[in-house]
């Protein structure tokens, strides 16, 4: 960075040194690209964006600091999935580092951070300031072969690392971290309409979910057309005081399928895994796999709603229904759990082949309610803790069926809980 001008000091403006140095990386593509160096100290800049074959790392003790001027954040179009940006009408603002329509990209370092500063954003939000919705810490569009691994990422202004219809993307050794309350919306990793995917060994504490998959909101989703699908998850620490560890939706209009989650720590979290989804969304979540989750401190442990009703205009389809099937959770362990399963399924969105094997959670309320149903299909195989809804057919250890449920429709659902 130091060879084209830029300064570490935390107050010079390196924005125009970023770009020279990414301009000059864009002209050695058919040499194998460049490595662009960050060192030791804090490096202040507007948003820039990547290019082709570079590597961006961060020595230790490298922080890559965002503006925080909100004029000095480009203006982008909404996404298409989505139809406005998340907060408002018309343009959204931009990523403090963006890229579309790359390959071969890397983010890493010897644990360098990226900072996004996001105290004013999140101030001017809830005062009702801004005009536009904020845009995400890294950004990356319509990509592949991408690797983000070995760096911190804080204060995003929104959500925090958000690929965006790419293939082939690697989240490895990351920590993200925000507030646990008083920043919006940061949630920690969006893959939103990706493909084959991993996201493994990191640590997030976030003002919203850590991890978020999306596909599209409602009729710009379901017209955008691209799942989120083949995406592991493992060997995750996560905290979410205000939202999820671990989500899907409640934007899946594009479709959710193939999402294994494995070796997963929730812990201090208002809920740990959850699946949200509404009317008008139409779309899929199938396929899903949960294996060898540890709750410790969560209000709700497993959740599946179906009554999300946020919507970016009137004009959804009403008809739309979302299908969900083929859920599947193995291993789910812990202690001081409120209520460790709040399965919320309607008439007109059952929720279908959902399998529960080897559970045990340690509760904190010792009343009736603490496993949840309602139009809900599916099995317990062997002896799990606390005792299963009704909705569930009972199988043994050996899969053979003990008992077939009578009750499939039934609701027995405690908000107050």
């Known amino acids: 960075m130091t060879e084209f001008g830029a300064v570490g000091d935390g107050v010079t403006d390196n924005t125009a040194a970023f770009e020279r140095a990414i301009s000059a990386i864009s002209k050695l593509g058919k040499r194998g690209g460049a490595r662009l160096n960050v060192p030791p100290g804090k490096w202040l800049t507007a948003p820039f964006n990547l290019t082709s074959h570079m590597t961006l790392f961060l020595a230790e003790d490298a922080e890559i600091l965002g503006i925080q001027d909100e004029n000095r954040w480009p203006l982008m179009p909404p996404l298409p999935s989505y139809g406005y940006g998340r907060e408002h009408r018309g343009p959204r603002y931009g990523s403090l580092i963006h890229g579309q329509n790359l390959t071969d990209v890397v983010i890493t370092g010897n644990n360098g951070s990226i900072n996004g500063q996001g105290q004013s954003w999140w101030k001017k939000y809830r005062q009702k300031l801004l005009n536009h919705s904020r845009g ?6 319509w990509s592949k072969e991408i690797v983000i691994a070995n760096i911190t990422l804080s204060d ?12 082939n993307v690697t989240v490895r050794n ?7 309350f008083e920043a919006p919306n940061t949630d920690g990793i969006n893959p939103d309409s990706c493909e084959d995917m991993v996201i493994e060994d990191c640590y997030i ?11 599209g909101w409602d009729q710009y989703g379901i017209t955008y057309g691209r799942p ?4 592991l998850i493992r060997n995750l620490i996560v905290r979410s005081m205000v939202s999820a560890g671990i989500s899907i939706g409640s ?12 070796n997963l720590l929730v812990w201090s979290s208002r809920r740990a895994v959850r699946i949200k989804t509404a009317a008008g969304r139409g779309g899929y979540v199938r396929d899903i796999t949960y294996r060898n989750l540890t709750f410790n401190d969560a209000r709700v442990g497993i959740v599946v709603k179906t009554d999300y009703n946020e919507h970016p205009d009137l004009d959804f389809d009403k008809n739309a229904l979302p ?4 859920l599947s959770f193995t291993g789910v362990h812990g202690e001081g759990v409120r209520v460790p399963v709040r399965i919320h399924g309607s008439w007109d969105i059952p929720v279908r082949n959902v399998t529960f094997r080897d559970m045990n959670v340690g509760i904190t309320y010792k009343k009736k309610h603490v496993f949840q149903c309602a139009f809900v299909r599916g099995r317990v195989i062997g002896t799990i803790s606390p005792a299963p809804c009704e909705n569930l057919d009972i199988y043994d250890e050996d899969e053979r069926l003990v008992k077939f449920s009578t009750a499939q429709n039934a609701t027995d659902i405690d908000y107050g809980v």
């Open 323 to 326: 299908i969900l099937e083929n």
């Open 228 to 231: 989120s699908r083949n995406i």
């Open 205 to 215: 504490t976030i003002g919203d979910d850590a991890i978020a998959i999306k596909c």
């Open 156 to 167: 995003s202004p929104f959500w925090t690392l958000h690929p965006y219809d790419c293939k």
């Open 251 to 262: 934007e899946m209009s594009g479709g959710v399928s193939n999402v294994t989650v494995e």
């Open 136 to 141: 995400p810490l890294v950004q990356i569009m």
């Open 174 to 180: 990351v920590t993200i971290l925000a507030p646990v």
